[in-house]
């Protein structure tokens, strides 16, 4: 289904029209892909990129504007109008700028290489143009077609292998650039290879430093038709490798395999996922495949700008993490070796501390065989490094954000029954990681608190590790490990030792145990904090493994629900010159843009005011999900962002993920049916359901009435049907007993 995006009146609309562009015309959409709109997020500070991807596949094939800055973090912003190329590996949602490798781009002129050009000299020179109207994307495909030359580029993808077809005009030259050495994100090469094997095949490698501190790409090409001339040039030292490429005909296709490992796993991986020529072919399948995992989750609502924004978010769950072994199992190491993915796929991109919120425990709903693969993935990080992945990205530690995320992903997993992972491997792992001496792991085992004098970011820190040792107490309980889970119990409790009784916040404290100063909550600044890209009011909240601990020490439920309120009320939420752009999504002080806050809004239900969760949720998904290009309010990060509206839209979701537990919120569709096992469905039925009946008037399982806040993983993963009676004035005595 072709969805062009256009500007009118400083307004943005979705038409369908037809391929030509020239005609409106209505269509039925009758598949669930027909409902996903890859633009959403390329705007604002979503930072999604539209290209062509398969489901948690190897490669990521999608237009790059060359444009430095935060917002061009994918590599795409709809604001631009300048393609640098078309490249294979990118980042979904996150804050920098990172891959964007092996990239591609159409040219009619002339090629020449000058010895030391400067990287904006050779894009600018090169660079295509485009408008929205010309562009389009689906899931599984591509394409545009560039102003400035004419050519039309089209892109579709396999598990391992992406497909490129360029139709050039009947004047000019038929030429593909290769670049490997101008950078157009932010990382900088060190070392390519370009090598003419024959006339229909190029072969060669990328090495580069950036976020990922050390990757590796190798690559195949095959082309459809035979070079007729060819230029590799080194323009400035060894990692500034061009080429250009020319062609007889006018339609020139290009496979392309990659491995982190070596040409000869990248062409075995070419040749096993794309042994023909078919494009339409091709893109049916990966369409297919799309409509096969989006199908996991069908559901029904009356508004179909309301399915677009579901089926986009549901699809945007499952671009990451990435495949990482080829098809023989081998993946770059940690240590730039070969290590081999033995009887399971080796999986990259980890943005666990957005992602263990949401994500992970999505995926443990209805893709347990990946969560079986994504928990070895993890243990064999820990197997190479000594711990677990903090934020791992191709075969590198990057060590971003705060906490021991993957530990709560992996004790999830095992209280969950997932998988046929070792569980004590994987408790040992758990345990090593929580004492691992990183970011004042050591402070906070022998003081019970990080000093804010020692370690930037203390608070924050804090409290993300203590919600991970909440995790590692429920598995050693279940694996009958009394003494451990005793001890990390205990250490769950921390975020006590950060409450000020005097401001009512979280605060961080000094070696000598004073409070740090001054003091202000709305205050934030991106270096030099005590807190993780937030403020004080933000960060309050962040114990869900406790909540009725932290009750308490706001004084009871009374006093814990003003304090709740007050969040949300607060006139200026965020204040400070150096704040981070990730505090965005504001109602008060409350930032749903970043992820820490994602659960805060179910905290009502904990306090007895659940009308207030059905409320702001119901705020938050109308007015912070749009089915527009800026239709997220910030940073997608690799599926988080999307994850909270799946859950959110079906009217529940895991505050304390490790806890089995899922909070009841507002559902917003009228129906949802959760495929969680073969041929076995879950089914969400809440038929009053609109934006306007945002309130639960009553909630049953199976026909009986729960007078709980709450359904178990177990009672979903048991089947049945969860119908909410909805309403448009809230029930306030509804979870009162």
């Not at 409902?35 to 604002?44: E, K, R, S």
């Not at 994307?137 to 579709?156: C, H, I, Q, W």
Request: one cysteine or more; proline letters at 4%; a negative charge.
């Amino acid at each position: 289904m072709a969805k062009y995006i256009s500007f009118f009146s400083g307004c943005i609309f979705l038409l369908m029209v037809s391929c030509t562009g020239s005609e409106t015309k209505q269509v039925q959409k009758d598949r669930l892909t027909d409902f996903v709109d890859p633009f959403i997020g390329t705007a604002y500070h979503g930072h999604t990129y539209p290209g062509a991807a398969f489901p948690f596949g190897q490669i990521q094939l999608s237009p790059d504007n060359g444009t430095q800055g935060w917002d061009w973090c994918s590599g795409y912003h709809y604001s631009d109008s300048t393609l640098a190329g078309f490249s294979h590996l990118h980042l979904s949602g996150t804050g920098i700028g990172d891959l964007a490798d092996i990239s591609f781009l159409p040219v009619t002129s002339e090629v020449t290489f000058k010895k030391d050009e400067k990287n904006s000299d050779f894009v600018a020179r090169y660079a295509g143009k485009y408008s929205h109207d010309q562009e389009m994307a689906e899931p599984g495909y591509y394409s545009v077609t560039l102003k400035n030359n004419g050519v039309r580029a089209e892109f579709t993808v396999t598990e391992r292998a992406g497909l490129h077809r360029y139709t050039f005009p009947e004047t000019g030259e038929n030429t593909l650039l290769i670049n490997l050495g101008f950078a157009i994100n932010w990382d900088k090469p060190y070392k390519t290879e370009l090598k003419v094997v024959d006339s229909l095949l190029v072969t060669g490698s990328r090495m580069s430093n950036g976020w990922a501190a050390d990757q590796h790409v190798f690559f195949a090409v095959r082309f459809s038709s035979p070079v007729s001339e060819s230029a590799i040039q080194n323009v400035g030292g060894d990692g500034r490798t061009v080429g250009y490429f020319k062609f007889s005909e006018k339609e020139i296709m290009a496979k392309v395999g990659i491995s982190s490992v070596s040409v000869e796993n990248a062409l075995a991986n070419l040749d096993s996922s794309l042994p023909g020529w078919d494009f339409e072919a091709t893109q049916e399948a990966a369409s297919d495949e799309w409509e096969k995992e989006l199908s996991k989750i069908t559901v029904q609502s009356d508004d179909p700008d309301q399915k677009t924004v579901f089926y986009t978010s549901l699809y945007h769950t499952m671009v990451a993490p990435a495949l990482f072994s080829d098809l023989n199992g081998e993946f770059k190491g940690t240590k730039g070796d070969i290590q081999k993915a033995e009887g399971y796929k080796r999986y990259t991109v980890f943005s666990l501390w957005d992602t263990y919120r949401a994500l992970h425990p999505l995926f443990t709903l209805t893709r347990q065989s990946r969560v079986n693969d994504m928990v070895k993935s993890m243990l064999d990080h820990y197997k190479q490094t000594g711990i677990l992945p903090v934020w791992e990205l191709e075969g590198n530690e990057t060590f971003c954000m705060v906490g021991n995320h993957s530990i709560s992903v992996i004790a999830e997993a095992i209280l969950k029954g997932i998988g046929d992972f070792d569980y004590q491997l994987a408790y040992v792992a758990m345990k090593v990681t929580s004492f691992n001496d990183r970011d004042g792991m050591g402070l906070y085992d022998k003081l019970g608190y990080i000093p804010a004098d020692k370690i930037q970011q203390s608070v924050a820190k804090s409290l993300e590790v203590a919600v991970d040792d909440w995790a590692v107490a429920a598995v050693a309980e279940k694996l009958g490990k009394a003494d451990d889970a005793a001890y990390f119990r205990k250490r769950a409790e921390s975020y006590k030792a950060y409450f000020d009784k005097e401001t009512g916040f979280m605060r961080g404290k000094l070696t000598d145990w004073k409070w740090t100063t001054p003091f202000d909550p709305v205050y934030s600044r991106h270096e030099g904090s005590d807190y993780t890209e937030g403020n004080a009011w933000q960060y309050l909240w962040v114990v869900p493994q406790d909540v009725d601990g932290l009750i308490s020490l706001l004084g009871g439920k009374e006093p814990f629900a003003e304090k709740l309120e007050q969040l949300f009320k607060v006139e200026v939420g965020v204040t400070g010159e150096q704040a981070s752009p990730d505090i965005s999504g504001l109602i008060g002080a409350y930032a749903h843009g970043n992820e820490p806050g994602h659960h805060t809004t179910f905290l009502f239900n904990y306090c007895g005011r659940p009308w207030r969760t059905q409320e702001l949720n119901r705020q938050i998904q109308t007015t912070m999900y749009k089915n527009t290009p800026d239709g997220l309010c910030g940073n997608e990060d690799c599926g988080q962002m999307s994850a909270w509206y799946v859950f959110s839209a079906m009217g529940f979701y895991p505050v304390n993920p490790s806890e089995l537990k899922y909070q009841f919120g507002s559902p917003l569709v009228q129906e949802a049916k959760l495929e969680v096992a073969p041929g076995k469905y879950f089914t969400m039925k809440a038929p009053l359901a609109s934006k306007d009946n945002k309130y639960i008037r009553e909630v049953s399982f199976n026909g009986k009435v729960l007078n709980r806040s709450y359904i178990t993983h177990e009672e979903i993963m048991s089947g049945g049907t969860l119908e909410f009676t909805m309403a448009a004035e809230p029930n306030k005595k509804l979870f009162q007993n």
